[in-house]
Each structure stands twice: as structure tokens, then as C-alpha cells.
């Protein structure tokens, strides 16, 4: 398949990573959270996966999807995490029109559906 358009683009908003990703009372993060965090992530490293993730932005795109809002782009493959391990992860990134790059929407353990 195709790589990410403009993936040199890419960015990662800090609340993002901090308020959902690795936040352990959020709702829908907290599941999120125990995995990243199994594998050396800590929010008060956010930078760390931040990075991990625009690295992990040049992979293969796995699915596209045109929503009202932008496109999106579901990438897969080896997540470099602080620990040494490459979990499988799969990150969804969203271009909007007239936005600046992709911007990273989620992530979550590799080979399962949004």
C-alpha cells in the first residue's frame, strides 16, 4: 500500500498524548494508557511517544477513510518504545483541507478495528 501523505508533516498534540493516550482516568484512554505505559511510555515523557508515533507515521497506510471531516489514514507496523520492544501498533492519522499535515487522531495495540 501507499505511505502517508505529507507524513513529514505529521504532528502530535501534547494533550493528545497527555490527556488521552497515557491518561489513566480518562474513559477511553485508560486502556490506552496501560498498554503505552507497559512498554516504558510515561506522560510526564510525553515527547517520547510523541516521537515514536511521527516515526511510526511513515509506515504503510492500512486503510483510508473519507469522513466529513478530512481523510483519515489507519498505519500499522512496530512501535519503537523505550523498553527496547517493538509492539505492534496501529495509528490513525487525520488530514483535514487547508490543514497544516496530519494530524495523529488515536492509536491503540495493532490489528484491531477503530
Same mark, same amino acid.
Given at each position: 500500500?501507499?505511505? =502517508?501523505?505529507?507524513?513529514? =508533516? #505529521?504532528?502530535?498534540?501534547?494533550?493528545?498524548?497527555?490527556?488521552?493516550?497515557?491518561?489513566?482516568?480518562?474513559?477511553?484512554?485508560?486502556?490506552?494508557?496501560?498498554?503505552?505505559?507497559?512498554?516504558?511510555?510515561?506522560?510526564?515523557?510525553?515527547?517520547?511517544?510523541?516521537?515514536? *508515533? *511521527?516515526?511510526?507515521?511513515?509506515?504503510?497506510?492500512?486503510?483510508?477513510?473519507?469522513?466529513?471531516?478530512?481523510?483519515?489514514?489507519?498505519?500499522?507496523?512496530? =512501535?519503537? #518504545?523505550?523498553?527496547?520492544?517493538?509492539?505492534?501498533?496501529?495509528?490513525?492519522?487525520?488530514?483535514?483541507? +487547508?490543514?497544516? +499535515?496530519?494530524?495523529?487522531?488515536? #492509536?491503540?495495540?495493532?490489528?484491531?478495528?477503530?
Amino acid at each position: 500500500m501507499d505511505r =502517508l501523505p505529507d507524513a513529514e =508533516l #505529521a504532528y502530535v498534540e501534547e494533550q493528545k498524548v497527555t490527556g488521552y493516550l497515557l491518561a489513566f482516568g480518562h474513559p477511553d484512554g485508560h486502556g490506552k494508557a496501560v498498554y503505552f505505559s507497559g512498554f516504558g511510555f510515561r506522560s510526564e515523557e510525553w515527547r517520547r511517544l510523541a516521537d515514536a *508515533l *511521527l516515526e511510526h507515521a511513515a509506515g504503510e497506510i492500512v486503510e483510508r477513510e473519507e469522513t466529513p471531516f478530512g481523510v483519515q489514514y489507519a498505519v500499522e507496523g512496530p =512501535l519503537r #518504545a523505550p523498553d527496547g520492544r517493538r509492539p505492534s501498533v496501529r495509528s490513525v492519522w487525520e488530514e483535514r483541507p +487547508g490543514g497544516r +499535515g496530519p494530524r495523529l487522531v488515536t #492509536a491503540y495495540p495493532g490489528s484491531r478495528r477503530r
